[in-house]
């Protein structure tokens, strides 16, 4: 368990990192369906495949900062001078592939938003109306799904994996361990 401030937290939490603490006990598994914070997530969450959550969250601001603020209609629109000069930012995931695609996603984003409204719109037919509490999974029936939908209309790294791990951070899954003063168990369950 992670401590600090004598709270049991999850297993993966880091004690010595505050931002994973901070991120733990402020955001995720806490349903979030703010369109920035939507894309927010889905373009972390798609750099962080083949790499672990904590560098990514240590990259967040620098993301941040690269990325207009995960503005994605600014995103939609960088060119290929904008794509080199962030292949060139070493505060960030250098990984041409990923930054292409995010860019991509935020054009298929937008493309989802006019479609339903607004992309938590899109999302709220697929995923259901009450919170799901699992922590022993990294994929699911619903993360299937919700990756084949975005595929289909075109998304890029948006595997099973990284749409669990995505509805894990929009607080879609609630996966805290049973030990975590965050822990939620199923209703009747204690």
Known sequence: MCFLDNRNRCGWCKPKNELYIKYHDEEWGIENFDENYLFEMLLLESFQAGLSWECILNKREAFKE????????????????????????????????????????????????????????????????????????????????????????????????????????????NSHEKDCFLYQGRKGEK
């Open 66 to 173: 690269a990325f207009d603020s995960f503005d994605y209609h600014k995103i939609s629109q960088y060119n290929t001078k904008k794509v080199e000069s962030l292949m060139k930012n070493e505060k960030i995931i250098r990984n041409e592939r990923k930054i292409k695609a995010s860019i991509n996603n935020a054009k298929v984003f937008l493309e989802i938003e006019k479609k339903y409204g607004s992309f938590a719109s899109y999302l709220k037919t697929i995923i259901p109306k009450e919170t799901i509490y699992e922590n022993d999974k990294t994929t699911s029936i619903l993360s299937d799904e919700l990756s084949f939908s975005l595929k289909k209309k075109g998304m890029q790294f948006v595997g099973s994996t990284i749409i669990y791990s995505y509805l894990q951070a929009i607080g879609v899954i």
